[in-house]
């Protein structure tokens, strides 16, 4: 028999676990010494690199509709702090670092998340759209990636759109980011935008840059 967690079994430890899981995620970044990507630049670098994109409701998932556009708000609220935003050379970009305070202002909502292998409505749930977005993107160029976690099982279909089925990357904040650090010559910059399908994303660089061999070959 699966040993429980501690919080599964006294759930009212569970918020005082995750202000723990997260005071010490960012007080070991405050700490690692990598110099974190934080400055936007209103205009776009002159070379893309490669764009893609997402479709924002799946029809597919057998659960409340709600929850999908909860999750396109929650993609909004987290999209904010990464567009335009630039990679300069010897920079690491983090989801987390980004992300930390996309709700400041306007709250998340419950989105569809997986939690301990079951399907939940979260609060904040569906920033793994993102995530996976962004790592697509990251693959199509020379940023080494320093941290990426695949989900422990895919929960629900996946529709049709850009980024291919098989590309996962999971992020959960104060456990697991999505990180790829710079060491290339050239700077990256990232740019989104909506309709009312898709999230739409790309990846521009401030010169030519090769697609990566083992990209090109897909």
């Known amino acids: 028999m699966k040993r429980k967690r ?4 006294f ?8 202000k723990q899981r997260k005071f010490l995620f960012y007080l070991k970044m405050k700490f690692d010494k990598a110099i974190y990507s934080h400055t936007k630049e209103e205009g776009l670098l002159p070379h893309l690199i490669f764009e893609t994109h997402s479709l924002l409701i799946n ?3 057998g659960y409340d509709i709600r929850y999908q556009y909860n999750k396109v708000h929650n993609l909004k609220l987290a999209v904010k702090t990464m567009d335009h935003i630039l990679i300069r050379p010897g920079e690491t970009f983090s989801f987390w670092h980004l992300a930390r305070y996309a709700d400041r202002k306007e709250r998340y909502k419950d989105g569809l998340c997986l939690v301990h292998g079951e399907i939940q409505g979260v609060y904040g749930g569906g920033l793994c759209q993102l995530s996976n977005l962004l790592y697509w993107l ?26 291919p089925s098989w590309v996962d990357a999971t992020v959960s904040e104060g456990w697991l980011d999505l ?8 700077t990256f910059q990232l740019d989104f935008s909506f309709d009312e399908d898709n999230l739409y994303g790309c990846i521009l660089a401030d010169r030519p840059v090769p697609l990566p061999e083992e990209v090109s070959a897909l």
Not at 179 to 186: G, I, Q, T
Request: glycine fraction near 2%; avoid cysteine; proline fraction near 12%.
């Open 59 to 61: 029809p597919n998932t």
């Open 179 to 186: 990180k790829v650090k710079n060491e290339s010559n050239a």
């Open 6 to 9: 501690l919080t599964e079994l």
């Open 138 to 163: 990251f693959q199509h160029t020379p940023l080494t990636v320093v941290e990426h976690h695949n989900h422990a099982k895919h929960s629900f279909p996946v529709p049709e759109s850009g980024v």
């Open 11 to 18: 759930p009212f430890l569970l918020p005082l676990r995750q």
